[in-house]
């Protein structure tokens, strides 16, 4: 269903923003994104990859898995303290706006480090943002 038009609505999808950055174990983190001036191909096509990634604060493995998401699973890899979920988008509009929802479930209580990580496919510019994020007893 569409949501109203407001201050915190993005093509049709109600973003609620999560100020306290604090998390249940069984509640999933959920990642908006925009990103601007997608280069275009000759074909006028953009491309861009996604890399999602949680860091473990106390270098601790972790487990996260993608529940939802919009575009093409690449990959899930894990590493050390971090794991990173990767997808792959493609269109014709140079504004990319994507969600995914990352279940921790498993994961230790404690202090998180999530990282999105979007490259643009066609200039490679890439931009990065990064939040810190807690989950709770």
Do not use: N, W
């Not at 997608?38 to 861009?48: F, I, N, V």
């Amino acid at each position: 269903t569409q949501a109203p038009a407001g201050r915190f609505t993005r093509k049709g999808t109600r973003i609620l923003p999560m100020h306290s950055g604090v998390f249940r174990r069984e509640q999933a983190v959920s990642v908006y994104y925009e990103v601007y001036h997608l280069a275009r191909e000759a074909s006028g096509r953009t491309s861009c990859r996604v890399a999602y990634t949680v860091v473990g604060r106390r270098g601790k493995g972790i487990g996260a898995r993608l529940a939802r998401g919009i575009g093409s699973l690449l990959s899930v890899r894990q590493e050390g303290g971090e794991v990173t979920v990767t997808c792959e988008r493609s269109g014709t509009d140079t504004f990319e706006a994507g969600y995914a929802d990352l279940h921790l479930t498993g994961v230790e209580p404690g202090a998180y480090l999530l990282r999105v990580e979007v490259t643009d496919g066609i200039s490679g510019r890439r931009a990065v943002k990064e939040a810190p994020f807690r989950i709770a007893e």
